[in-house]
C-alpha cells in the first residue's frame, strides 16, 4: 500500500479534491476568506493557494490553529477580527448533511467552536463534502460534537445525558483527553437519527458548561458534493 492509502482511499479524497476546488471558483478578487478545517478544507486551501499564485487577491481567516499553519506554509495572506469583522465566503466541511434543510453535523476534526463563529460572521458559508456524508436525518452517520468547559465535565456530561445522549469523551491519539484549540474537551453525543435538530441545538447550548455544540442550523449556501459521477450543488 502507498503512503497515501488504499485505492479507496485515493478515489475518496479525489471526489473531496473535485467538490473543494468547485467552491473556490466562488472566490473573487479582494474578499476575505473563512479558511475551513479538515481533509476536504486542505483541499480548497491548496485549491487557494494554486489561485494566489496565478494572482487572486483575498485574505483568509482560518478555523483552527492547524489550518492556520497549513495556510502560512502555503504563504496564503491571513487576517484577523480585528481587521475584518466580517467575512464573504468561508469553505469549510462537514461531517454529516441533511439533505433538503442543509443542516450540518461539524466538528469531528475537533474545530467546531472557531468554525461556527466564522460562519456566523460569514456572508455565505460554502459546505464541500464527499457524497457519502448525506443523509437524510442528522445524527444518522455522526455523533453530536459537544465543546465543553473541563471544569465541572462529568456534572455538564450528566446534563447532556440527561437530553438523550450517550456521551463518549473524544481522547487524542496519545489516549489522553482531546484539547481544542480553545484549552476545551469534547463530548461526543450520540441521540440517534434527529426529528428537530434546532431545538436539540438550543437544548444543548442551554446546558451550563456547554461551550458550543457541533450542529449548523441554516448556516450552509451552497453545499457542493461531489462522487464518482461528478460535482453537485445544492443550495438552500
Ligand atoms: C472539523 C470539521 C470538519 O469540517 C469535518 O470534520 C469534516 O472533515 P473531513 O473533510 O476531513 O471529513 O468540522 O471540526
Redesign the pocket.
Known amino acids: 500500500m502507498s503512503a497515501s492509502g488504499t485505492p479507496a482511499d485515493a478515489g475518496r479524497n479525489a471526489v473531496?479534491r473535485a467538490a473543494a476546488e468547485a467552491a473556490v471558483e466562488l472566490v473573487e478578487n479582494g474578499m476575505v476568506v473563512g479558511l475551513?478545517?479538515?481533509?476536504?478544507?486542505a483541499f480548497a486551501l491548496e485549491a487557494l493557494a494554486r489561485r494566489h499564485r496565478q494572482g487572486l487577491r483575498f485574505l483568509g481567516i482560518p478555523t483552527?490553529e492547524r489550518t492556520a499553519a497549513a495556510a502560512r506554509a502555503a504563504g496564503l495572506p491571513l487576517t484577523t477580527f480585528a481587521e475584518h469583522r466580517q467575512i464573504d465566503l468561508t469553505i469549510?466541511?462537514?461531517?454529516e448533511v441533511e439533505r433538503g434543510t442543509l443542516n450540518l453535523i461539524?466538528?469531528?476534526?475537533?474545530?467546531?467552536l472557531r468554525?461556527k463563529i466564522v460562519a456566523a460572521a460569514s456572508h455565505r458559508l460554502a459546505i464541500v463534502?464527499d457524497a457519502g456524508?448525506l443523509a437524510d436525518r442528522l445524527g444518522t452517520l455522526a455523533p453530536v460534537p459537544v465543546e465543553v468547559v473541563g471544569f465541572g465535565l462529568e456534572a455538564t456530561r450528566a446534563s447532556l445525558e440527561a437530553l438523550g445522549a450517550s456521551t463518549r469523551l473524544r481522547k487524542a491519539p496519545d489516549g489522553e483527553p482531546f484539547a481544542t484549540d480553545g484549552g476545551n474537551r469534547i463530548l461526543d453525543c450520540s441521540f440517534g437519527p434527529l426529528s428537530d435538530p434546532a431545538r436539540l441545538e438550543r437544548r444543548i447550548r442551554h446546558v451550563v458548561g456547554v461551550v458550543e455544540c457541533?450542529l449548523f442550523i441554516s448556516r450552509a449556501d451552497p453545499v457542493i458534493v461531489a462522487d464518482q459521477a461528478g460535482v453537485h450543488r445544492l443550495d438552500s
Open positions: 473531496k475551513g478545517t479538515g481533509s476536504t478544507a483552527s469549510d466541511g462537514a461531517d461539524k466538528g469531528l476534526g475537533g474545530a467546531l468554525e463534502a456524508k457541533g
